[in-house]
């Protein structure tokens, strides 16, 4: 799967979770997956506290954190629908 395959899991919806990224499907924030990730939870144990979400997802949150990191700006659509 490609970057940008990855950050279209990612979704913006300013109706949902106060306009933060999150799981594309999911009300689950980008920062919360990268805040796991940091504290030393491994993919599986983040999958395993969270089974309706794909290894894809976790990498997804990866993919978008390394984009912010670089300053750029990322192109993720509003999705309008509540």
Not at 11 to 25: A, E, R
Not at 31 to 47: C, H, K, Q
């Amino acid at each position: 799967m490609n970057r940008q395959e990855l950050l279209s899991r990612i979704s913006i919806n300013p109706h949902v979770c106060f306009g933060k990224p999150c799981i594309k499907g999911h009300r689950i924030w980008v920062s919360l997956i990268l805040d796991f990730l940091a504290s030393g939870m491994t993919v599986t144990e983040i999958l395993e506290e969270y089974p309706q979400l794909e290894q894809e997802d976790i990498l997804a949150c990866i993919a978008y954190g390394a984009e912010m990191s670089r300053e750029r700006f990322v192109e993720i659509p509003i999705d309008s629908t509540v």
